[in-house]
């Protein structure tokens, strides 16, 4: 291989964050820039009925990727104690979630 055709990786910085700022933001200084809002949006919690779904990274994938090795990112839902035992969900049980968009 000729030196040329070589690719050459630029290292990011360990104690540098990939913000505009290069520092921890809490709030986006680039959409402040933009006239966009730089604050998250808060939504209304639901009055003892339904519940906020939340989601989180799983081991292995990021997002999509590594599906082709690993297999399909697996369906697990993580419940307060309190809420199973309030709905009768146990452990290994089908649940199907839902809003008013689609299941």
Known sequence: MKKEEMLKLKMKPKNEYQTSTGKIEFYAT?????????LPKQYPLPKNEGFILLNTAVKKYTHTQFQDVYGRIPSTVFIHPEDAE?????????VELYNELGA
Do not use: C, F
Not at 30 to 38: M, Q, V
Not at 86 to 94: A, F, I, K, L, R
């Open 30 to 38: 680039k959409a402040e820039k933009l006239g966009l809002t730089s």
């Open 86 to 94: 309030n709905y009768e969900v146990h452990e290994g049980d089908t």
